[in-house]
């Protein structure tokens, strides 16, 4: 009889998150709330105040800019720079990890 090969079934492994991606997607989501680059109240603080549908026209009309408009435009290309330079820091040095407020190495 011959003996069955078993396989470990490995887990998918969850990519950790970048902090370099996670500044890419704070500076889109604070354009989407803001409207602007630099900042200011805006989405957030309309559906504190209960007023959501004028909370959703302007993530609309935000959306709409960040896409159409050179301010909008930036932030998107920013972001996608940052995220890019973030995923090949890890790519090309994947033992290099940041904590707390030094850079250190794992071995």
Same mark, same amino acid.
């Given at each position: 009889?011959?003996?069955?090969?078993?396989?470990?079934?490995? /887990?998918?492994?969850?990519?950790? !998150? #970048?902090? %370099?991606?996670?500044?890419?997607?704070?500076?889109?989501? +604070?354009?989407?709330?803001?409207?602007?680059?630099?900042?200011?109240?805006?989405?957030?603080? +309309?559906?504190?105040?209960? $007023?959501?549908?004028?909370?959703?026209?302007?993530? #609309? /009309?935000?959306?709409?800019?960040?896409?159409?408009?050179?301010?909008?435009?930036?932030?998107? #290309? %920013?972001?996608?720079?940052?995220?890019?330079?973030?995923?090949?820091?890890?790519?090309?040095? !994947?033992?290099?990890?940041?904590?707390? $407020?030094?850079?250190?190495?794992?071995?």
């Amino acid at each position: 009889m011959a003996r069955r090969k078993t396989y470990s079934r490995r /887990k998918p492994a969850m990519p950790h !998150p #970048s902090i %370099t991606g996670m500044a890419a997607g704070l500076s889109v989501a +604070q354009y989407l709330n803001a409207g602007t680059a630099s900042g200011g109240s805006g989405v957030i603080k +309309q559906v504190a105040d209960g $007023n959501l549908n004028s909370a959703f026209t302007s993530l #609309s /009309k935000n959306a709409i800019n960040l896409a159409t408009s050179p301010a909008g435009k930036a932030v998107l #290309s %920013t972001s996608i720079v940052l995220a890019t330079a973030g995923g090949l820091a890890r790519k090309w040095f !994947p033992n290099t990890r940041l904590g707390g $407020n030094k850079l250190y190495f794992k071995i």
